[in-house]
């Protein structure tokens, strides 16, 4: 069987062993898995990048409302604000992350990379990439193999959902796969690839899954914003060489450790945190009376 590694250690040494580039042995893995040829992966890894870059373009142009009133159209407010407070490709960043997620909260088609919550990361972040740095659509693809391996090594050894560990598990995994992808496409090695998910993790580290009325909306859209922006960060970090100290295996041990210990208030059960603050329990209320109204009337049925 070809082999998806248990963790990056491994990784790393196939990819020195072979002179292989990181994304083969996920492509390797994703033909075995599936029973497809690689022209079919790279067509379906096209299909899934252009699903990325629609609902990216609908968050920016359609109208983005949600039943509950938390949604409204926040991804459009912020890219055509008039104060710029960082640069206009930041503005751009963090408005494409937010697109791509209302998206999803609105009900409309996404991909789950690696869940629907944390759904406008990838597509804000390689969109930028991509534009910024003349990508083609080809290295777009490896650097979604190389998240997709980020991904299962940290599904493997602690989880990528926020109900079992956390939205650290969530938007950090999908910020992790991001920092990651961005180091493969610059043309960054294996190591500062690996330093990038290391730092990315240090930063979302703790991070509760909290959404209030159990919608995947406040504060998962604002969040999916700022895992985007720590993935820069960190890729920016990586990239220039600097030592992440804990190596990306003990920072992954680390993410299962504390999602394990996180109490269940705050792993997507909206009981803690903003969930549990006196507006968020008001707005719970509200969207059940909305649920309760819309219900069909049992003589109609
Ligand atoms: S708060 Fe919870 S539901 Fe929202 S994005 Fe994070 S993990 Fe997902």
Not at 100 to 109: D, H, L, P, Y
Not at 266 to 295: H, M
């Amino acid at each position: 069987m070809s082999l998806l590694f248990n963790d990056f250690a491994s990784w790393e040494k196939h990819c020195q062993a072979t002179g292989e580039p990181l994304y083969q042995a996920v492509l390797a893995y994703e033909v075995e898995q599936k029973g497809r040829s690689e022209e079919d992966i790279w067509a379906g890894l096209q299909r899934a990048y252009e699903v990325m870059c629609d609902a990216v373009k609908t968050g920016l142009t359609q109208d983005m409302t949600s039943r509950s009133g938390m949604v409204n159209n926040g991804a459009k407010k912020v890219a055509g604000a008039p104060v710029t407070v960082l640069s206009p490709e930041f503005q751009q960043l963090i408005s494409r992350a937010l697109g791509a997620k209302e998206v999803n909260s609105c009900m409309g088609r996404v991909v789950a990379a690696p869940t629907a919550g944390a759904s406008g990361i990838l597509p804000g972040i390689l969109t930028t990439i991509q534009e910024l740095h003349g990508l083609d659509d080809r290295k777009i693809h490896e650097g979604l193999l190389v998240a997709a391996g980020i991904a299962l090594i940290i599904e493997t050894n602690a989880s990528l959902a926020g109900a079992v560990g956390g939205c650290q598990a969530e938007t950090g995994s999908a910020a992790a796969m991001g920092a990651g992808a961005i180091v493969y496409c610059l043309g960054g090695t294996v190591e500062q690839t690996f330093a990038a998910v290391a730092i990315t993790i240090q930063c979302m580290l703790g991070l509760i899954c909290d959404p209030v009325a159990g919608l995947v909306e406040v504060p998962c859209i604002v969040r999916n914003a700022s895992a985007a922006a720590i993935a820069f960060s960190s890729a920016q970090i990586a990239i220039a060489g600097v030592n992440p100290v804990i190596p990306v295996d003990q920072c992954v041990m680390a993410l299962g450790e504390v999602g394990q210990s996180m109490e269940t208030r705050y792993k997507e059960t909206a009981l803690g945190g903003l969930a549990n603050t006196p507006r968020g329990r008001e707005i719970e209320k509200l969207v059940l009376v909305q649920d309760v109204e819309i219900l069909p009337d049992e003589d109609s049925e």
